[in-house]
């Protein structure tokens, strides 16, 4: 048998170990870079240690394989006998090394992923306080600024809310639990003429009338709210004032009621323009009324006047027959003088107008009867105005509207003396006379009555209670208007006295250019 040649395998397997040995230094350099590049990745630091223990495996098995078949062909066999063992027991560690190093990857991979997941949320944390501690330090740095715009936002917020409160012609009020004022605006101290401290009112003890007052507590108590109540009120002065109320309560957030808010819409000129309206219809239908019945009798008023005057012919003077027909005379003539006043308050009279200048018409009343008033006692004291605008008007009819007032106020002031107070002035379009005495007044529950046709106060046979009735009727027909106060202010002190004032609006004259 003939045995093949072995020194070809012996080249190849020196070449093989020696490219064992040099690829696995190779791959130990390029995972050293990795390690350099990323050194806290752990697969990179897996490869370095396994590319070294390979590498190491691979040089010794490679110097192992060369020295064999060097020493084998020089004829040192025995040496490597001796030799053998020891390198492979070296070899079987560095395998075992390896086989180790792969053994533990996994449990070493898990916990490298374990570790970054850690890091990752480390990382994620650390971006976020990062990007809040920018925005702290933005908010740091704008802070003040950000004060300030909120500061004028609250400012300009809280200066609407005040010229609101305070410039509102309706009245705007706060109060606590109790209803006891804590605050109310301009409107509403004028109206109410509330004193200080606001603290001890409450709004419903200016009511008037008890059962306003308890409606008012008991629906804010059970419905929390009340809308569009109607209330009589009673200020400081005394005067009644109509108000209109819409209120709510105020509760906290357990629902306990701390408050009370509320708005009152004044309602007083209202009412009295509706009773005006009133009385303008009633007064029409009394003076259409009127009207017929002055025609009606004026007709044999006059025929009776007129035999009683002939049968007084007939009759000596200081006869019984005379003096009975002399009554008959006087009381035919006082009918006819008030047939007289039913006809002017009827305005079934003609009238005739021209442009007046007021000051002379009441000049001209004043030269009549200014005589009886020094009589009296009673003072007359001029405000005229000396640029007053002329009226159109009738001035007969006006000298009755002024002898009326006059004598009114003469009667209120009686026999103990006094002042009448006549002045005159003009403001927006209008002339204003006002009558003004130092009387007794009249009382609050008469004053919607005294323009009523037939309503007097005076006794039997003084008055036919015509006289304010046909003022109001000429006062209308001139386009204007009538309005009383009792008590007044007296002029001099400014306090409150009693007495009554009449105060007449008559349109100013404007010429159109035609006038001759």
């Known amino acids: ?21 040099f690829l696995s230094f190779l791959a130990l350099v390029y995972s050293r870079r990795l390690v350099r590049l990323q050194p806290n990745n752990f697969i990179w630091g897996f490869l370095f240690y396994f ?3 390979m590498a190491v495996f691979s040089l010794s098995r490679g110097v192992g394989h060369i020295v064999r078949i060097l020493l084998v062909f020089g004829g040192y066999g025995e040496t490597w ?44 944390a650390n971006v976020k306080l990062s990007a809040s501690a920018l925005q702290l330090k933005q908010l740091n740095f704008h802070l003040e600024e950000m004060v300030e715009e909120r500061t004028r936002n609250l400012s300009k917020s809280e200066r609407k809310f005040r010229q609101f409160f305070e410039n509102s012609k309706d009245v705007i009020y706060f109060s606590d639990h109790e209803g006891r004022l804590t605050s109310i605006n301009s409107s509403g101290w004028r109206l109410l003429d509330i004193e ?54 105020v509760y906290d957030e357990d629902g306990i009621m701390i408050g009370r808010e509320g708005i009152g819409k004044d309602l007083t000129r209202l009412k009295t323009i509706t009773e005006q309206l009133i009385n303008r219809e009633k007064m029409a ?29 007939d009759f000596a003077e200081g006869s019984e027959e005379h003096a009975n027909l002399e009554v008959m005379e006087r009381q035919t003539k006082a009918c006819r003088r008030i047939v007289a006043d039913l006809l002017k308050f009827s305005r079934q009279s003609e009238s005739v107008k021209a442009a007046l200048d007021l000051n002379q018409v009441v000049d001209e009343v004043l030269a009549v009867t200014e005589h009886s008033l020094n009589i009296q006692q009673i003072e007359v004291v001029r405000q005229f105005s000396p640029a007053l605008p002329q009226v159109v008007g009738d001035a007969e009819k006006l000298r009755q509207v002024m002898i009326n007032l006059i004598n009114n106020a003469q009667y209120a002031i009686g026999e103990q ?56 009727g000429i006062i209308q027909e001139h386009g204007g208007s009538i309005v009383v106060e009792s008590p007044v202010m007296d002029p001099e002190s400014g306090q409150e006295m009693s007495g009554t004032v009449f105060t007449i609006l008559l349109p100013i004259y404007e010429s159109t250019g035609n006038d001759e």
Not at 285 to 309: D, F, K, R, W
Not at 438 to 453: R, V
């Open 1 to 21: 048998m003939t045995a093949l040649p072995l020194f070809p395998a012996h080249i190849v397997d020196m070449i093989g170990s020696g490219l064992a040995i």
């Open 51 to 53: 590319c070294a223990a």
């Open 81 to 124: 006998r001796h030799l053998s063992p020891l390198s492979g027991g070296f070899n079987t560690m560095l395998l075992i090394s390896a086989a180790a190093v792969t053994i533990y990857y996994h449990k070493g991979l898990a916990a490298y992923k374990a570790i970054r997941t850690e890091a990752e949320k480390l990382t994620d």
């Open 196 to 249: 200080e401290p606001i603290e001890s009112f409450r709004l419903s003890d200016l009511f008037i009338k008890e059962s306003d007052r308890k409606r008012y507590q008991e629906e804010l108590l059970l419905k929390g709210y009340i809308s569009d109540f109607e209330v009589e009120c009673q200020g400081r002065n005394g005067a009644t004032k109509h108000i209109l109320i819409s209120a709510n309560s």
């Open 285 to 313: 239908s009394v003076g259409e009324m009127a009207a017929g019945v002055a025609h009606e009798i004026n007709t044999p008023l006059g025929i009776i006047l007129g035999y009683t005057q002939l049968m007084m012919e």
């Open 417 to 472: 003396g006094g002042k009448i107070i006549i002045n005159t002035d003009s403001t927006e379009g209008f002339v204003h006379i006002s009558v003004l005495d130092t009387g007794t007044g009249i009382p609050d529950e008469i004053k919607p009555k005294i323009f009523d046709p037939f309503f007097t106060t005076k006794e039997v046979g003084k008055g036919t209670g015509l006289g304010l009735s046909v003022i109001y």
